[in-house]
Each structure stands twice: as structure tokens, then as C-alpha cells.
């Protein structure tokens, strides 16, 4: 079957319509009728000869008769592979087409060039890797398209050179080799061969004398000079670039004297058309030589050759000679063996004598990528992501060993391995139901326990990077970058793992030296050692499988309502990895287990992606290091994954697409981990595991590749007959009549194929195992076997070794040699593979069961397949091959159990508090006779009833939440946190996590008690006692108008008298309530605080805060509080440490250490000051106590400051910053919740009920009137606190209040909307002060959550209107009026509505006022008093704007949530960076030494952060800045520069700025407001903006939206 469209459009780049890297290894059999292209693609991918052996020939001067035919051979030789031509090409073209028709040949370079062009950048980087991987070398440029390729050779790593890619090399030694001559005639390709060892198609166009039609072509290729040295007698071999240029080179001058160390050039025969002549000319010289001297090229310290050939003249060999002032060495001669070595051989002198004579040469040369080429002629780069960017990524997601990531981060795969164990314990036990049901139970706690690890797992930045790179949209982006994080997690484990291989070599030397000596003396602890060495080892392994692995756990763990739509995508992604054309894990590698479900998952999107297409099944097992993925990366040209310790893990499978097989769309390749691994030997369970997934990689499989090294196939033996008894024992073998599904195939690797008779040995063997094999497992089971008599290998085919038609393989060296030069494929190896591949294809699609043909299955059926294959596995019995069961694996479960003991912590308070405020009210209501009308208040502040000896106090209340809580602590959590901490592995965290406990303990009690105080006050004092200065208003005023003195009151009069009655009352609430003086009470308990009487500090407030005159100096545009509080508590310093004598020096730079201590200390300081104040309502005495405490507490832990003075000082300071915080929180809580206020608001109820007492109203309307007016009093405050809370819990969950970087997105995207509305100024406002801004973003999201106002409106005022209804159907014959509103009260309080502010409103002592209302009829009273407040609700006028009172509420949404500091649901942090003004990502109000500041940087020169001295806005971001290692000065001191690497010190409570993440629409103003920023700030234009900064607007908006359209639906 053929690609579909849609198959062939997800192997397009989105950005040029070019073919990805997938499109690149479609399978296709050979066919002599494929274009030039397609056979150009098919040899590179499968090892094949390309090009005619240049060491034969001799250049443009051959006259071999047979170059063409040779060539032509070269892909005849496929004719017998198949010979029906492709249904449909995927490499024809239309150009193809037309030189077809007109029978044009075009040169092998030229398709080259073709072929290239059709790929974007990762198929043409895989093109170049497998070029230079045989030595050829590779095209620099393509003229047709004008696109260059020195960026993309970023990505290219120079095969047999560790780690080192070819762009970005510069400590190889660099020849250019030019070619003057025409190119029929040129011989450089000789030269090229002869002394570089590199291959150039060039040769192969000479040879048949059909060159390429392009002017100008250069390559670059990675050569190798092999030379005797003579001083230690050995060969010598240095590794060289080498450009290769032929045609006209001069527009490719200025590049290559950039680029070469050395130049051979070979001048041409004809004297019009040499170098001399046609370029090199005196003037031409001097005009270079101004040229080079502007680009800093030295000439005369290049080695310059010239060779001319010798046209019969005698030879010229003239060691140095200068033509046109151009120095150079001259030669004229034959190209003879002779004149190669005496050239290379000056090569070498050359080269060695340039590195060594300067030793920085090689740092002072420009990366490949940074050479300019050929941008006269307008060629530009071939886009591509830069793989240092995301190296700096990973950097940032990875600041720890990847071990440390793997073992401590990881846990979700670890849980899963500790699942695995219990798994396996069931299938021992599995005929022990009581053993059965506990190993269930185990099983489910563990994944409870993994399922909450999924909340920790989501925030892990390595998993967030990886997400990240996987759901790049660009396919060409995302592969390159996939495959840079590949490459640098296994240079890194390369890095880390040393030691512990090592260490696994050294005890295995031992162990075995033992074990074979028998020597028993600490042999047991010598195993034990190996044991745990092979272990740590597999531990500390970190690969792509591994971010894979846990990506999946993630996915299942998680509960599918919390899901975010990143994670929902996560089996897509897995998908569209596959297609990308990598590998993914099948078989977890480590836990020997599938997780069916998420296989499942991504098997289903596969076959959303593929259009259900059929897959034939391929699997290759074998033991370690036999060549399996070797073996696969030549049969298929892939690129099977390679990481540390092993190339394989578990079993992987890699998905092929195929074009031209009508039987099948696609291959599924299934390479499986080597078995009898030296990793796992000697660990328990190793034998199971090799069994487990051989067993596996067969009966999947439609055919099964069984790799052997050499002659060592006893492994193999081993595992075939545990094959046959795990498959004997399931549906699956009866289905197919007892035989394997799998077709076997055998390949033995690194055999000597000349001995023909040694091969016929080993293939006899192979059939007496394979027969034994199956007698031994009807031998085992018995009778009752579905196998039947007939052996399943019955027709295996078992030819000799000459025969194309057999199954099994004799291969030799997957290289020609194994030290260079001839380190390259061998073709031979490449030829048989593709044989034996068609030869695979043959014996599956034709074979037949019974009458039943083979046929391919749909991913759907293989899913099925595959769940029905594991259950077999599982219900196999293997112990007969080994002796013990996996072991218990140690999870590092520390944080999940100890935010357990905190949830139970806030649970216990929780619970606490709300039995205590109902005991409060409980108490209140069972004395509410005459605790409003006669109470009093002693002079401790203590309620006084009518017995004088039974006060009221908050006290009691106090000392049992206390105690509740001191019994919860002290018996349980104590107990469990030290349990938890103290377990083994956990040391290294045990005092971290003591220290986050206490202070989590002390933060709870102040903040809960602080609670409890204000509800006490709340329902004890302030309404109460606001209710006795009102009953005693009403008291006055019904005494004042008795019936008989009503007439003589004029309205003049009464509104006088009013005046004066509540002036009156309310002086003396004042009196009783005056303002607490705040001052005083700090003062008196810091005066009374022992800690500090023990200390002796002297507490005094100046009379003039001296630090003022400091302050007055700071920059106007210095707002950064803490840091100006920080100053003047120095200033405070110096002025007590008289020797110290420039105070402006020492302000503004070069402090002393003992400064830097302090500073640090102070702002400490301040921070813990504002964390326990945060969301305190109202001053008291307990969080003054808890300042001194905590500040005492930091003080202490500083450094060096143990002298008094400073601790003095710091306490003082701290006092008066406590004290300008509290007053202000004071005053703002009085204004609303005084005694006095509470009256003052009441005027308009009292003046009410004053006129209508004295117009003689009778009592059933006063009471009704006054109820009315009381509920139109609060009616609408009470609303709007239910609308705030019923917001706040609706937005407590939303991912932009507690997701900084989603919250980015929004504020991003309201920038764009100011873009297209032409506001670039109010934007740059709101980049430069990013609290306002994220506070009005804020705001407009919450607006956007506040529920319908008018139906949440018309519901408050049915439930209130149901309220009434009930509390007048209460029917009492004696006070009525304290009845009604009692009930009302307590329907308020304790019905629907549950509103405080209604219950607090009508907290009222009717009695005395209203028992006329007990002579009226119960109905009339009922009916005025519902009438009246109903009245009420129906004038309450109705809410018609949702946008203005949405925007109104949100500013009181944002303020409860800071009241309420609940850690969980908390504004943003308004700490922003000093210099690029971007905000913190933590929480408000979050504990800084255990979360310090942290923020994702943008380019500083968008909020106005310029370079200094030259003031240029700058481009980069503080993070990248981190990474130079650059510097900055602050307020434009340039007396005091400060290191980026110093950023926390510089700036204490910050992090390193270490996230480098995108911020396209920062980046995107940046690059287009350049010139309008700096004009705004007085700054210069920034000159380096990278390219990457300039986008479109409409591409970044719809990726936001997109962004964040997709997690509103998740």
C-alpha cells in the first residue's frame, strides 16, 4: 500500500513544504527503475556503495573505459530484490519526470543537491550525518535555493569524535582545497582521497564524466591524516576539516580565509584563467589584505600551497615563493604517490607547528556557524532551532545530577517498580486467597499513594521542558530539539555514571576472581557490594525512556477530572513521537511490566494519526552487545536510541512507514533490551526479566530476528524453550494450532564468511538446539499440551549458507575496519541486510496455517493482540529459571507523607475552631437576656453579667483550642513527622523538614488564634456591645416622647434634639471604646518580652527617625520598599560604628562583609516581619510577641552578627516597621468594626426610629419600620460578601491564580490587544510596573467568574423572602418582638443564606421597647412585619450591569483571598526582578528561604534596562546574562559593578535567574518598538537583537489562545 495524503502531510515541515525526517525512512524495496534520487536515499540509509573507489583512480586525467558501468552497477545489482516498480515514488518530482522524458542524465552531485533540497532541516541533517559517517563529504550550500547549511551543522555530531559538532568545532585543524581547473580536468578529489581519506560524489561525476551543471559547489567533509611518527614509531592520526571548493570560489573567498588554517590551492594549466592571474592580482591582494585586516585574518599566518600540474615540463618544487605579495609554497609536478606524501607530510608540520606555537589559536577562531557565507549572493540559512538554546533549557530544568532527578524526582516509575513486586508476589502466591487479598491491598495503596505523587510530578521542570519540546507544533523543531536533549542527557550520563561503572568493573574483577579461585573470604560481601554497585548503577541511569515512563504514569495516575489539557495530550504526543520517527518504550525496562492502559491510550492515537493503516510486526532479541540495533539502523536506516549503560531498555518499538509493499502501511519494529546483561547479573529476577521479554518479543511478532555474536548462541537456547512453555499455556496457542505466530529468523553477527564449512556447523547446531528445545517443554508439560507433535520450527528453512532463500544470516563487521581510515560502513554488510530484509518479507506474506494466508493487523488489533500476549506472560510460571523474586524496592516517599501530616494539622484546627465559635454561640444565646441590656465591662476589658463574678473571657476559649490541638500534635503528628523523617535514606532531609514542621506549627497557632480572638471579639464585644449603646438610644428617645409631650416638638426640634442625643451617645461609646493606641502596646510588649530582657536591648523610639535624611536621598525612582528599609536599618549601623567614616561610599558600594551579613540579615528580616502580619485583621499582643520571636530567631542564624548593637538595632528597626504596618492595619479595621464606627453607621436607623417615635407610631409598625430599616441597612453588604465568596470558591481552582506562568499568558495576551489598538505606550507601562498590571489582569479574570448578578441577586432575595416567612410563623403570645427577630436571626445565621452580616444586623434587645405589640393580633403583627420587609426587597433596585459590578467585586475578591491567606488559593507575589522588571512566580505572602523569589526574565530592555556605560537597551534576558557570566551596576553607579552569577547575593530572597523560558510577546516588542523604547526612556536603541525575537503577532496571539482555549476546556 502506498502513503496517503495525510500520511505524507504529517512528514511535512509547516513552514516550507519540505519532507520531514520521517518521510526519510520510508521503507521501499529496491528497483532499478527508481529515479537517481531514491537510490542516492536508499544506499545512504542502508550502508551502500555510492561512489567508485577513488583510490584506483586518478582524477580527471582517468581514461577508465569501465567508471560508468561500473557505477551503473552499483544499483543494478538490486535487480534481484523485486522487480515490480514502486506504486507511487515518494521522491519523484515533476523535474524527474521532464529529464526522464528527454533522457537527460543528471550528475550524481547534482541529485545530491536535490535531494537535500527536499528535505527540511532534520531529513537534510540526517543526510549529512550518514555522509560523513562513510567519509564523503558534505554539500555546504545549495545554488538552487540559495539556502546554506552552516547553522543546521549545529546538530550534526562528527561521527568517531565524542561529542563534538561540526558547526561549532574549533579544535580541528581546517584546510581549504581549491580547485582553479575546470572540473573535468581537476584533481582535488584525488587529493581529497589520497591525503584526507574523504570520499566526494564529485569523483563519482568525474569517473563518468557527466559533471555537475552548477558554477559554483562547495563541500565540507571530516577527514583523517594517517602519518608514521617518527618519535614514537607509531601511526599517527589527526582528524582535519577540510572545504572542498571547485568552480568559482572567489564569492566563497572572504569565508574560507575565515575558515582555514591552511589552503591548497591547485592552480590551473591555462595561464589567463590562474590564480594569479584570474583573482589574485596586486591590487586584489591589497584590497584582501584591507579586507582581512577589518575581519581580523592574518594571512601570513595561513600555510598557503599552489600546485600546478605539470604540463611536461620538468618539476618545480620552490619551498616558499610570493607572487603579488602572496606568500605561498610552490609546487609544479605530476599529482605521484611521491608528491601526495611529501604534501601531506607538510600538512602535518604545518598543522602541528600552528597549534603549537599558539596555545589560544584554536579559541580565537570563529565556530563554523558564525562565518558569514555568500551573503553578497543573498543565501540564507536553512532554519532551525539552535541546539544551545535548548541545551540552556535542559540546564534550567536540570541543576542537579540526573541521577539525583531520577532516583529522588522520579517516583512515579519508582512506585510503579514497587507495584511490580507486589504483582509478582500475587503470581507466586496466586493459589493463596488470604495472601492474594493482602498483596491487593498493598497494590492499592501504592497507587493511591502514586496517584497523589502525580501532583508533585506534574511541577517537575525536566518533564515540563520535555512536554514542552513534544508539543512544538514546527515538526522540524521539535525532532531537532527532542533529538538535542537525547544527545545531552546521554553526554551527561556519560559524565556522571563513570565512577559507578568503574566501580561495578572493580568488584566484578573481584567477585569473579573469587568465585573461580574459590576463594569463600568476604565473598558474600563482595557480592553483596556487586549487587549494590549494578544496582545503584541502573538507578542513576537517565534517558528519553525515562522522561517517557513517567510522562505515562503521570497520564494514569492521574485522575481524568484533573487532567490538564497538557497532560490529556500526553498519549497524542506519545503518537506523533513515533511518527516523528522515534522509538518508544513498550516494555518498561526497568519494572519488567506493561502499563496496558497507557499503551492502549497511545496505540489508539497512533491509529487516529495513521488512518488505521495494517502494521507488520518485526522484533530482534538477542544478548547484550550482539548488534541488535545495529542490525535494525542498517536493515532500516533509523536511528535506534542510544543511552548510557545499555543501547536498549526494556522493549521498544519504532514505527516505519512502507511505500511499495501493497500488504502492509507500516512496520513496527520491536528491538528488544540484550538479554544476560552484565547490569543485571547476579540481581535478583535477572533471569525472569531476560525471559519475560524475550517471550514477549516473539509472540508479538509476525517474525522475530534472533541476533547471536559470533558462536555464542547458548543464551538463546536457554530462553527458546521458556518461549515455548509460556505460550503453551494460553488461548493463544490452541488458536494457532500450537505453533509460534512469530516467524524465526537467525542472524549471527562478526563471523568469518570466508570459512564456508564452519558455517555449515553452526546452522546444524542451530537445528538440534531449536528440536531440542521443543522436546524439552513436551517433556515438562506432559500431556496436556496444545502444542502439537509437530515442532514448531517443522519448515524452518535451513539451507546452506550460499543460499539467498535461507532463514538464517551469517554476517561479518558492520565496519570495514576497526581503526581509521577504513572506519567506515561496510557495504557488504549493508547488501546482505537488505537482502535477508526482503527475504523476511517474503516468507511472512507468504506463508499459510491450515487455509488460513498471513495478514498484517490494524494498530487496533495489534493493541488487542498485545494485552491478550501480556496476560499470557503473566499467568506463566518461570520459576524453574531462577531461584529468588524480585526485591522490595525503597520508594522516597518523604513529601507526600509529610503534607499529609500537615493536612491533618489544618484538618485538626479546622475542626477545632468551628466546635469552639458554635460553643461561643451556644454561650451567647443562653445568656442573651441580659448580656446586651446589663452588661458592663471591667477594667481588664472582661463582659460582666449581673453577677459581678462571672466575667467573660476570650481565655478559655483560647486554652481549648490550644490544648485540642497541643493533644493532636503531641500524641500523633509529633510522632508521625518524626517517623517519617527519621526513616533510612531520608538523613540528608531530616532537619530540613523538623525546621519547615516547627515553623509550620507556630504559623498555624498565631494564625488560628489570631482567628479565634477576632470571632470572640466579633461575637462578644463588638456586636454587643454596639447593641447596648443602641438600646440605650432607643431607651432615651422612648422616654423622651411619653404621649404626653409629643405636641410641643417642632421638626427643627427634633432634628436638634436627635443631634444631641447621638452626639452624646457616641462620645461616650468613644470614651469606653477609645482607638488602641498602637505605639503603646507594642512598646509595652516588647519591654515585657523576655527575649528581649534576656538580651538587654535598649527599646526606644527617636523622636526623629534619623534614617528620614537617607532616605530623601535614594533615586525618585528607587520604589523598592524593603530595599530602602534595608538601607536605613544600615544607615542605623554606621551611625553606631563611628570608625566607619565614607557613609556615601559605603552606601552606594564596596561594603564590607560585615554590611553584606547585615543587609542580608535585615531583609530577613523584613520579610519575616510582613509574613506574619500577612492577613492579620486587627492588632494584638500575640503577633508582636511572635515578631520578636521569629526576628530574635533570624538573627541568631546569621552570620557573624553575634555583637549586641546589631542585634539592637535589628530589633528596633524591626519595632518600628511593625509599627507602621500595624497601625495602619489597626486604623483601617476600626474604621469598619469599632464600637463607635459600628454606631456612627446606625445614625440613619436610630434618626428613623426617633422621628416615627415621635410622631407616636404605634410599637407593632415602629418594630416592623425598624426591622425594615435594619434589613435595608445590611441587605446589600450581606449580598456582596456572599457574591465575593461564592467568586472566591468558583476561581480557588483556576490555573491562572495559582499557575504564575499561565497567568503570563493572559497578561501576554491583554498586551497584544494593546498592540492592535495602537496603546504601545500603556503597554510599556504595564511591562515597566508589572504589580498594577497583573493586579488589573487579575481583576478582569476574577470579573469574568463572578456569577450572574441579577439571578444570583433574584435567588438571595427568595431565600431571604423564605426567611421572613418562616421566622413570622413562629407564633408566641408573650414577646412577640424579641421572637420575630430572634427567629429571623437565627434563620439568617443558620437556614440557606448562613450570612453573618444579617445575623450581626439583627443582634437586637427588643426588650422594654415593644410588648404593646403582645395586645395586637397575631396576624396583624405578622402581616406588618412581613409587609414591611418585604417592602424592602421589592424597592431594592436590580443589578443591570454584570461588566461594572463584576470589576467593582473583583477588587473585593482579591482582598478576601489576601484576608483569608490561604497558602493554596493566594494572589500572586508583587516582587518583581530589579532589573527586567518581571514578576515573581510564587505565591503572595510565601516563605522566602524556603521559596525564594523566582521569576521567568524577559529581555530587560522592554521594561527600559539598558547597558551601561553606552545605554543601549538590552536584548538579553538575566538569565542569559547568568550564563555569560556578565555584569551589571545598579541606579548607574559604575563605581560598583555586580556579577549576574551573584544575583541572589546581590539581590537576598531572590533565586539565581535560572529558568530560561520564551516570552515571545516581550521578545516580539523588543524587536519591533525598539527605537519607540528607547525614546521613552532616554535610552539607544538596542543593536543585537537576536532573529529569533522578530514574529509575527497573529502566529504568537493564536498559540496563546490556543494555550489557553485548550486547558479552559480541559
Known sequence: MSLSTYDKGIMQSTCNNKKSYAAFLIDRPFNEEDNLKALLMNCLRYRLQIVRNSETGTGGNTNDADSESDFEKDFREWDDLDSSP???????????????????????????????????????????????????????????????????????????????????????????????????????????????????????????????????????????????????????????????????????????????????????????????????????????????????????????????????????????????????????????????????????????????????????????????????????????????????????????SLGNVRKNEFVLQKSFMQEAEHHESKMENRLKEEKLHEEDGKIKVIREQRRAYTRQVEKNSLLRLFLSLLETKDPCSRVLSIRVLEKELAKRGEQELGELFKDVENLSVSYWEKLNNADETDFHSVAKNLRSAKTNLIENVLGIEHLWRELSHLYVDMEPERRSPAIENIPRLAAQHLMDGFCLELLDGDSNIIREKWIKEVLQQLGSLTKRKRLFILSVMGVQSSGKSTLLNTMFGIRMRTSVGQCTRGVNMQLVPVEGRPEYDYILLLDTEGTRSSEYHGLPGSEKRDNQMATLSILLSDATIVVMQGENDAATKEILPIVLMAYQGSQLAEDNGGRLSSRMFFVYNRIDTSQKDKLGDIIQKLGTSLYEAFRQVQTSIGNSTNLKSESPFADFKFDTPDSSDSDVLFLGNVKKDSEPPNDVPNEKYGKELIQFREHIHQRVTNAKSGNTCWKSRSINEFSEYTEEVWKCICSANFIFTFATVVENMSFDQLDLEYKAVERELAEAYEKSFENIRKRMRKFIEEKNLFLCSTSTRDQDGKIQGRNENSPVSSDPFRSSLRNEIFLVIKEKLDEKVEKIVKKEGREKWSHQFEEIWKNNKKDQALNWECNLLNTFNVLFTYERDVEKYRKKMRTEINTLFKPSSTNSWTEDNKKEKFEEMFRSILTEAKKEFPPKVVKNEITKVYQESPVIKNRKIDIKWPDVDESLALEANQPEKEEDKKSRWVLNLLFQYRKHLPSITNIVKKIRGNKEKEEIEISKCAGTVYDTINKIVSGKLCYDDSIIESVIREVDEKIKKADNLTENTVATIMHNHGMRLILKVMEKTQKEWEKQNSVPAKLESHEAILRNTFMMVSQGVEKTQLFAATMAKTLEFSIISAFEKEMVQKTFQGIRKERWLYDARFMQKHMDLHLIDLLEKNKLNEALDNIRVPKAFYADILQQLIAQKVPAVKDEWKNFKNQLSQAIKKAAAVQVDSGRAQQFVSQLRTEFLEGYLQSETLGSAFLIDCSGEYEDCDNEEKKEFQEACTQKLHEVLEKQPAFKNQGVYAKELSLKVVQYMVTLNDQAALPRCDECCRLCKSLCLEAANHDIELRPHDAVHQPGGVAGFSYHPTNELVATTCCQSYEKDSSFVLNGDDTKWYKYKDYATVFPGWKDPRILEELPVREYILATYNKEIAEKYNLEPCTTIPASYFRHLSTIRKHLEEEIGGSMKG
Not at 163 to 171: A, C, G, V, Y
Not at 206 to 222: R, W
Open 86 to 400: 514502486s506504486s507511487e515514488n515518494f521522491l519523484s518530482n515533476s523535474e524527474d519526470n521532464e529529464s526522464s522524458s528527454t533522457s537527460k542524465v543528471i550528475s550524481v552531485y547534482d541529485s545530491l543537491l536535490q535531494l537535500i533540497d527536499e528535505f527540511d532541516a532534520t531529513g537534510a541533517a540526517e543526510i549529512f550525518r550518514l555522509l560523513l559517517e562513510r567519509r564523503a563529504a558534505i554539500p555546504l550550500f545549495v545554488p538552487k535555493s540559495k539556502k546554506h547549511y552552516l547553522s543546521l551543522l549545529r546538530h550534526v555530531t562528527l561521527p568517531r569524535i565524542d561529542n563534538i559538532r561540526l558547526s561549532e568545532d574549533k579544535s580541528l585543524s581546517r584546510v581549504a582545497v581549491i580547485s582553479c581547473r575546470q572540473r573535468k580536468q581537476s584533481q582535488t578529489c584525488d587529493i581529497l582521497k589520497s591525503i584526507f581519506n574523504i570520499d566526494s560524489f564529485h569523483f563519482l561525476d568525474l569517473a563518468t564524466s557527466n559533471i555537475s551543471s552548477e558554477s559554483m559547489l562547495a563541500e565540507i567533509g571530516c577527514g583523517c591524516i594517517v602519518s608514521d611518527d617518527c618519535k614514537t614509531k607509531t601511526t599517527k592520526i589527526q582528524n582535519v576539516l577540510v572545504v572542498h571548493v571547485m568552480g568559482d570560489f572567489k564569492p566563497l573567498w572572504s569565508f574560507l580565509r575565515r575558515f582555514a588554517d591552511c589552503f591548497l590551492i591547485e592552480d590551473s594549466t591555462v595561464e589567463s584563467e590562474s590564480f594569479f592571474k584570474a583573482f589574485m592580482t596586486k591590487d586584489k591582494k591589497r584590497e584582501l589584505d584591507s579586507q582581512d585586516a577589518a575581519l581580523g585574518v592574518e594571512m601570513h599566518k595561513s600555510f598557503n600551497c599552489l600546485w600546478k600540474p605539470s604540463d611536461g615540463t620538468p618539476s618545480q618544487i620552490e619551498k616558499k615563493r610570493k607572487e603579488n605579495e602572496f606568500l605561498h609554497f610552490y609546487f609544479q609536478n605530476q599529482l605521484s604517490d611521491t608528491f601526495k606524501l611529501e604534501l601531506k607530510s607538510d600538512i602535518v608540520t604545518c598543522m602541528d607547528k600552528t597549534l603549537t606555537s599558539n596555545v589560544d589559536f584554536a579559541k580565537k577562531r570563529l565556530k563554523l556557524c558564525d562565518i558569514p557565507i555568500l551573503e553578497a549572493e543573498e543565501y540564507r540559512s536553512l532554519e532551525c532551532v539552535s541546539p544551545t538554546e535548548i541545551e540552556s533549557k535542559i540546564d534550567e530544568s536540570v541543576n542537579k
